[in-house]
């Protein structure tokens, strides 16, 4: 009785979130945002959305989080406070990734609840079953040629397998136009999130819903993510899965 009451509790603050806007962030999401080790980070709220990412994904003290591909820490940052000393962050760095990890690295060394796990991208695990796995930009770059390439079948899956029953998949990334499959991960860094969407429930997850603070509808998705005309101005979807109770 208890789990069904959780669930339709956990459900019901999903879809409140579906829409244009979060009705309100909670505090302990703020006060997660307004971390003063995240000052320059900060610069970038405006257009990436902290405080209503971390709202959505529904990660609260005391759970565990495995975020992939973490870049800069951007979110990581952010995750580490709302989790709490009490909650772990791990930062899954996929070894065929062609960037420095040294400013996760250097984050892990300063926020105690983070640790870096470096592992091939094919063979995503995590330590101990987790609340929600969040990734940022970078569910398109599995599938390319530099990531093995990697099977978005064998990634879903594992994250299927590391997150407890209840647990959230968010997945955020750039548009590209629609019925276009993964045609544009490689040269444009954009995926079709309709696509996105069949793959994950084809998964054996639930869709949850959606929020569109990281829409830009004048975005054409032609373009490439980093072209000056349109880099940090993209069209993003963000999309919320659940895996099932059972």
């Not at 250097?106 to 091939?120: F, M, S, T």
């Not at 997850?205 to 990281?214: K, N, W």
């Not at 054409?220 to 999309?239: C, E, H, L, M």
């Amino acid at each position: 009785m208890k789990r069904i009451v959780w669930a339709l509790a956990a459900v019901a603050s999903s879809l409140a979130f579906t829409g244009s806007a979060l009705a309100q962030i909670p505090d302990y999401v703020a006060k997660a945002v307004a971390d003063p080790g995240r000052a320059e980070d900060a610069k970038n709220d405006g257009r990436r959305k902290a405080a209503e990412l971390a709202a959505f994904s529904g990660a609260k003290a005391g759970d565990r989080v495995l975020e992939l591909i973490p870049g800069g820490g951007y979110f990581t940052r952010v995750f580490s406070k709302v989790v709490g000393p009490k909650g772990r962050v791990y930062a899954v760095w996929p070894m065929e990734y062609d960037e420095s990890s040294d400013k996760v690295k250097a984050i892990a060394a300063e926020y105690g609840n983070v640790d870096l796990l470096a592992q091939p991208a094919a063979k995503l695990t995590a330590p101990q079953p987790v609340d929600v796995v969040f990734t940022s930009q970078n569910y398109h770059d599995y599938p390319d040629k530099f990531m093995g390439p990697t099977d978005l079948k064998v990634l879903n899956a594992a994250v299927f397998a590391v997150l407890k029953p209840g647990g959230v998949y968010l997945i955020v990334d750039h548009s590209a136009e629609l019925g276009s499959g993964l045609r544009d991960t490689e040269t444009l860094h954009r995926i079709d999130e309709t696509t996105v969407k069949q793959q994950v429930i084809a998964a054996g997850f639930e869709y949850v819903g959606e929020i569109d603070v990281l829409r830009n509808r004048a975005d054409d998705r032609k373009s490439n993510v980093f072209n000056p005309a349109i880099r940090g101005r993209t069209d993003q979807f963000v999309y919320e899965f659940r895996k099932p109770l059972k």
